[in-house]
């Protein structure tokens, strides 16, 4: 079997990317990125601080009085060509993409990077649509409103999907007139460093930046940082709430969007006509298996109604453990390896909780201790409480709880017990239960009968501990990224 190799960056491209230049640290200090299929070091990237940060907001706020005066016509078309430069550069950046964050090359990597060519080409289209409104306050009065950009922008991103969301954070931003720094995780920021050098001379320097760092460092000096005038976040809740803090002072502007413990919900009609094979498949795409769990929306609580449970289960298992589980990079493997030793460790200690509360394992088992690569095999836990830890924080890998449930009533209290509200899959062909169920859960976005990933276009976010505002749609980045400004004229003749 060959793989396909990712090489080590060209010489200068793992800098941070400020006012239309690399930018390496003063004093030198690097972090290193690993692949975490294989556990060996992919290049090195520049550990940027206060001060790359600092260098980065004041490129951007520079930047700023000539790119909001634009045509929003005009920085939709750079975002289009940007989307462009990445669709033709798709295969390389996809294999940066598993290379660095352990997401298979097959099933996810190439999807995410043609899908954050369809964010750009998205807000590159839409751009136009900042429009303003007005008011019909008779013939004396001649009152409008326009939609103006918050001013500079710091986003922050993780590391389980970082082009897809870095392109959300891009668009969204620049699409309304803002200028950016972007900081990416330190886990897996080359995609984003690739990007960058795609958009090299596209924008004016300042619009966009990239200053990579750790999210104590460069993450925390960019989210208090006084020239910020909003902060998009995407990343856990704990740390949400950190920034929350930060920006509270100064009353920026802010976005979060955070994890989650999401329900997937199944009745027996669902099975019902032929159904179960696809049910059972769009059960497992739900739990984002094939991303090793490592999705914020990942239907990680799965509950059963107990007369199917004996037929599905079985049916959800068999699609599960069919995912072929190893290096990212090989073109054959449908699911990769979870980022880092941290995260392996997290995901063997929670399951390994469960195990000694006496929970069975329909598939899988506790991570072996000491694995050559992060590659844990789909995992699916019976016997299992809804108030075990496994059952109510977020695993943030490859790893579903399944219970069985009597009642809708029931269901509902289960899926509603957590301090999350990001996503729900419900599995019914009944008109009045969808309708019942869509407006008792608590979630932001909710699927019916399938199990799919976000569409640039529908304004996504999550309620509760998951998160404040929305984004992937324009009418998500008006409201998050551009204030109503509201101009009053008088016109009366002598007035
Ligand atoms: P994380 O919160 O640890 O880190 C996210 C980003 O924040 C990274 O860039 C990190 O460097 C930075 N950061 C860390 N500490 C910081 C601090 N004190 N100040 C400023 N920045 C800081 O999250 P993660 O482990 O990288 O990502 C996984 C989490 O992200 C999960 O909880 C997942 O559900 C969530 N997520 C949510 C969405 C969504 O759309 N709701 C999408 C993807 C991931």
């Not at 007369?307 to 289960?313: E, K, P, R």
């Not at 976010?461 to 509201?486: D, H, M, N, P, V």
Request: hydrophobic share 40%; with cysteine; glycine share 12%.
């Amino acid at each position: 079997m060959t793989l396909l190799e990712y090489k080590l960056p060209e010489a200068g491209l793992a800098g941070s990317y400020i006012n239309g230049a690399w930018h390496w640290p003063d004093d030198g200090r690097t972090l290193t990125v690993e692949n975490p299929s294989r556990r060996e070091p992919i290049c090195e990237v520049g550990r940027g601080t206060g001060d790359e940060i600092d260098i980065a907001v004041g490129a951007a706020r520079a930047a700023l009085p000539a790119w909001r005066a634009l045509a929003a016509s005009e920085r939709g078309g750079l975002l289009s060509e940007l989307g462009r430069r990445l669709e033709e550069n798709a295969e390389e950046v996809a294999r940066i993409l598993a290379a660095e964050s352990g997401n298979a090359i097959k099933t996810q990597a190439r999807g995410e990077a043609m899908g954050a060519t369809g964010v750009l080409k998205y807000y590159g289209g839409v751009a136009v649509e900042q429009k303003g409104e007005t008011l019909p306050l008779g013939p004396d009065l001649f009152s409008y409103s326009t939609r103006e950009p918050h001013g500079v922008v710091g986003s922050i991103i993780p590391w389980n999907s970082p082009l897809q969301l870095g392109c959300v954070k891009i668009s969204m931003a620049l699409a309304t007139g803002n200028c950016l720094v972007l900081k990416p995780a330190e886990d897996a920021p080359l995609a984003i460093l690739k990007l960058a050098e795609l958009a090299d001379g596209l924008f004016p320097p300042g619009v966009l930046n990239v200053v990579t760092g750790l999210g104590g460092e460069a993450g925390a000096a960019l989210a208090s940082h006084p020239g910020v005038d909003k902060v998009s976040f995407t990343g856990s809740s704990e740390v949400g709430k950190l920034i929350g803090h930060a920006t509270a002072d100064r009353i920026a502007k802010l976005t979060l969007e955070l994890g989650g413990k999401s329900p997937t919900i199944v009745f027996p009609d669902a099975i019902e006509n032929g159904r179960l094979d696809s049910t059972a498949q769009q059960v497992a795409n739900a739990m984002r298996f094939a991303r090793q769990g490592q999705s914020c929306t990942a239907g990680s609580r799965l509950f059963v109604h107990k007369d199917i449970w004996d037929v599905l289960m079985p049916k959800v298992a068999e699609k599960s453990a069919a995912l072929r589980v190893g290096d990212a990079l090989d073109p054959d493997v449908d699911m990769g390896a979870v980022i880092n030793s941290e995260r392996y460790g997290e995901i063997r200690a929670f399951v390994a909780e469960a195990e000694a509360q006496g929970a069975s394992f329909l598939i899988g088992e506790t991570p072996v201790e000491d694995p050559s690569g992060f590659s844990p095999n789909p995992t699916i836990i019976t016997g299992v409480d809804n108030a075990w830890r496994i059952a109510r924080e977020e695993v943030f890998g490859p790893v579903m709880v399944a219970i069985p449930f009597e009642t809708e009533a029931e269901a509902i209290d289960m899926a509603n017990d957590t301090h999350y509200g990001l996503a729900a899959f419900l599995f019914t062909h009944d008109v009045s239960r969808i309708s019942r169920l869509t407006r008792a859960i608590d979630a932001g976005w909710i699927q019916v009968n399938q199990g799919g990933g976000q569409i640039p276009g529908m304004s996504y976010g999550g309620t509760k501990q998951s998160g404040t505002g929305s984004e992937y749609s324009i009418e998500g980045a008006l409201e998050a990224y551009t204030y109503r400004k509201c101009i009053t004229i008088n016109i009366k003749e002598g007035a």
